[in-house]
């Protein structure tokens, strides 16, 4: 509860004693009131010359400075509480307020609800590749990235699950562990597309019929891969770069890559996408995919 103030004569004779050059200490004892408010009636009368009440910013919070603190800190170390969680737990402390207003006290702090980011599961082994990885092309140049031809296949879902889950969290964290959705790779997808670009643009899409096995793959590979180099212009000294499934890395395709003279890139398990680039282009072909498809 807030103390109740105490009235325009007391604040007057506070001021009216400090100009008669009475101390803080002096007339706290004589009018029987703290020191703290002796030295905040006189600074604020230094201050605005006048002892009444100025116009205040608006209505007083219904929560306790402690119980604002103690809402901040449970959205901050558990990102995905909902607010009707966090509406209860102000409940059981006697603070009884809307949504909204937990809302307003959250943002106030930076921290805005947003969708969890769907982060592929990465063991210790697999983070410690993808570090080797980057480390050992560190010294790389620009040129040649620019030789590289990115491939990848993808099933589109079409009756996925696609639902959103909020976070508690402030700007430039959308990627932090606690922020994101684990996600695994997994099957039941209706539409199945492999398909290449690089910097210089997109290259050839194919969709899949069928199972995907080795022998498909060297097919679509010998009908669409040198073309899409020639189209792109990327030389015959171009590096091609493909995920290690093992219809990629079989003894088979791994031959037909070093007859045709292909230079393969290394490339770590289970590894995040490296740029948001590639991510654009990789949703555009599927956009493509999906437009010229029956429904």
């Not at 607010?83 to 937990?102: K, M, P, Y």
């Not at 599961?121 to 990115?150: E, R, Y």
């Not at 430039?172 to 997808?189: D, F, M, R, S, Y």
Request: proline share 4%; glycine share 6%; with cysteine.
């Amino acid at each position: 509860m807030k103390n109740k103030e105490h009235t325009r004569q007391v604040r007057d004779t506070v001021v009216k004693k400090f100009k008669a050059g009475f101390g803080y200490k002096n007339i706290s004892q004589a009018l029987n009131i703290p020191r703290s408010t002796v030295q905040a009636t006189i600074l604020k009368w230094k201050e605005y010359q006048t002892t009444a009440n100025l116009p205040r910013p608006g209505r007083p919070s219904k929560l306790s400075a402690h119980t604002r603190r103690r809402l901040i800190r449970d959205a901050a170390k558990r990102p995905m509480i909902t607010l009707d969680e966090l509406q209860r737990s102000t409940a059981e402390v006697g603070d009884s307020v809307h949504r909204t207003t937990i809302s307003r006290i959250l943002h106030k702090s930076g921290l805005y609800g947003r969708v969890a980011r769907r982060k592929t599961f990465l063991k210790d082994i697999h983070k410690k590749c993808c570090l080797k990885f980057a480390t050992s092309h560190l010294g790389d140049t620009p040129n040649m990235w620019k030789k590289v031809l990115w491939s990848n296949e993808t099933k589109i879902e079409l009756f996925g699950n696609n639902a959103k889950r909020y976070v508690w969290r402030k700007s430039n964290t959308a990627h932090h562990l606690e922020h994101t959705i684990p996600t695994v790779k997994h099957g039941g997808g209706s539409i199945m597309v492999w398909a290449c670009f690089s910097s210089a643009g997109t290259g050839k899409m194919v969709k899949i019929d069928g199972k995907m096995d080795g022998a498909k793959y060297r097919t679509i590979l010998e009908e669409n891969l040198v073309e899409s180099a020639k189209d792109l212009r990327l030389g015959q000294r171009f590096v091609f770069q493909q995920d290690n499934d093992p219809k990629h890395k079989a003894k088979s395709t791994m031959e037909w890559f070093e007859n045709k003279h292909i230079q393969v890139l290394e490339w770590p398990s289970q590894s995040p996408d490296l740029n948001r680039e590639s991510v654009e282009r990789t949703e555009n072909c599927c956009s493509q995919m999906l437009s010229i498809q029956p429904h």
